[in-house]
């Protein structure tokens, strides 16, 4: 079992923190926002298989909720990193990662493409995946051109390899970023915002990404459920209120689950602790091909 910190014990009903729980604590700190997942130490050299931050080459952190990574800091010799399908919202700490060659940040909070400047000081960086945040906006090719204008060395964007042709695109087309995003305070802005969240928010929260899911990723949570598949002739009538069942079918078969773990003994929950472990390693694995 991974090495990590201490963190609450999930109420049945949210299962978003049941499989945080296993990678990433709170801030302890007063003035850290209540929500804040923080990658930790442990977790990082647990992942990694290294003894010290200094040995760490690769981390894969993909689909945790981490909004705090500031474990970066200390990561000088990481060469590929992937945080996608988290809730990271600021890129300062990566910008320490002087060796980086890869880094996988889709499906994250990043706001604004002034977070570019924080990667305009890897002078190593070859490959990013910063698709479906965002400051992506909705001006694709613009988007692509301020990106390629500040970071030129970059050989693959978005799983897309970079042309010459656009580069030099790019420095007529791209915005240039000379300064960091301005900071929200986000103490005051998150005070309500808490690890134990409702179910109700988890809920909608769920339903928002399921209505975004493409056709593959639908059939995919549909399977899990026991569900047949969406054809994809009528992938484009597949209504919301479909999407609003299986979301309450998922929660409940996940608070069933977590209910009945509460009748099994030390050797039953490391059967369960196996069996997901397997299941999740798995599909991080598949994850980082398609991302690549």
Known sequence: ??????????????????????????????????????????????????????????????????????????????????????????????????????????????????????????????????????????????????????????????????????LSHALLEGDEITAPPAKLDLANCCQNATLESSETDFTAESENELMNFSLEETNKIRQQLGMKPVPRDKFSSFSPREVDGNCKNRNNILNAILLLLEELDSEGLEVVRQTSGNKLQALQKKELHEER
């Open 1 to 166: 079992m991974d090495a990590m910190a201490p963190a609450p014990r999930p109420a049945p009903g949210n299962a978003a923190a049941a499989s945080e729980a296993a990678l990433v604590t709170r801030p302890g700190k007063p003035e850290a926002p209540a929500g804040a997942m923080k990658l930790t130490r442990k977790a990082v050299l647990s992942r990694a298989k290294a003894s010290e931050l200094g040995g760490v080459r690769k981390l894969n952190c993909w689909g945790n909720r981490l909004t705090d990574i500031s474990i970066c800091h200390e990561l000088p010799n990481v060469e590929v990193i992937t945080f996608s399908v988290n809730n990271i919202s600021d890129l300062e700490p990566v910008s320490q990662c002087q060796h980086l060659t890869e880094l996988y940040l889709r499906k994250n909070r990043i706001a604004s493409l002034a977070e570019l400047f924080h990667l305009k000081k890897l002078p190593h960086l070859r490959i990013l995946w910063l698709s479906e945040n965002p400051c992506c906006g909705s001006d694709s090719h613009r988007y692509r051109m301020t990106v390629l204008r500040n970071l030129p060395n970059l050989q693959k964007l978005d799983n897309q390899l970079v042309t010459e042709e656009e």
